[in-house]
């Protein structure tokens, strides 16, 4: 059975840090790229970055690219972003998932405010 568990979301002020952690089971981790997605309340979920299998390879949304890192370790089925310089445009719920799959996680949720 595949889980996926997004952790590390919490509360920070603007300009503060949070990494997020995604573990997952149930399928073979480090043969899937994994990509971080946000849904902000009303707004449609959009993907923010990916990381690959291939050298780690990562892309990034340009409303991240530069305060974000996506990273990976496959010994502990787990992937992260890290998260520097939070502003008040990036509260949501984080989700990852694994592509090419159906699976995600519950999220976490990520708020801003001073």
């Known amino acids: 059975q595949v889980k996926i568990v997004e952790s590390g979301g919490g509360l920070v002020q603007p300009g503060g840090s949070l990494t997020l952690s995604c573990t997952a089971f149930?399928?073979?981790?480090?043969?899937?790229?994994m990509a971080w997605y946000r849904q902000a309340p009303g707004k449609e979920r959009v993907e923010i970055a990916t990381?690959?299998?291939?050298?780690?390879?990562?892309t990034y949304d340009e409303s991240v690219k530069g305060r974000f890192t996506a990273s990976r370790d496959n010994a502990k089925n787990t992937a992260y972003l890290q998260m520097n310089n939070l502003q008040p445009e990036d509260p949501a719920v984080y989700l990852c998932?694994?592509?090419?799959?159906?699976?995600w996680g519950q999220g976490t949720q990520v708020t801003v405010s001073a």
């Open positions: 149930g399928y073979p981790f480090s043969d899937f790229a």
């Open positions: 998932h694994p592509r090419p799959t159906n699976f």
């Open positions: 990381i690959g299998t291939i050298r780690d390879l990562q």
